[in-house]
């Protein structure tokens, strides 16, 4: 099983960046499609990006797409998402997600694993 840490939160002004990282340990996560997701208060998880297990095809939301960059560093286990140009909308707990073996996805459904969350708040 593989475990995932989010990290790099925070606190920042729109318009601000935030670079979150996502450690894997358990297993070698390399064969496996990762997400980022989010969630704000009093509404549904729903996707941001995801990323193919060798890092060549990647898939953003609408909302994100042209600020924010997910890429994956395999050597060391961990999966990043750059957020450039952040808005009060960005605000939200960001979940890292795992896929065995799988494509990428924008659905959560099919994630096997997901980590506990990292909070970002940008404030206006």
């Known amino acids: 099983q593989v475990q995932l840490v989010e990290s790099g939160g925070g606190l920042v002004q729109a318009g601000g960046s935030l670079r979150l990282s996502c450690l894997a340990s358990g297993r070698t996560f390399s064969s496996d499609a990762m997400g980022w997701f989010r969630q704000a208060p009093g509404k549904e998880r729903e996707f941001v990006a995801t990323v193919s297990w060798s890092g060549s095809s990647t898939y953003y939301a609408d909302s994100v797409k042209g600020r924010f960059t997910i890429s994956r560093d395999n050597a060391k286990n961990t999966v990043y998402l750059q957020m450039n140009s952040l808005e009060p909308e960005d605000t939200a707990v960001y979940y890292c997600?795992?896929?065995?073996?799988?494509?990428?996805?924008?659905?959560?459904?099919?994630?096997?694993?997901w980590g506990q969350g990292t909070q970002v708040v940008v404030s206006s």
């Open positions: 997600a795992g896929r065995k073996g799988g494509r990428p996805t924008v659905v959560a459904g099919p994630y096997d694993y």
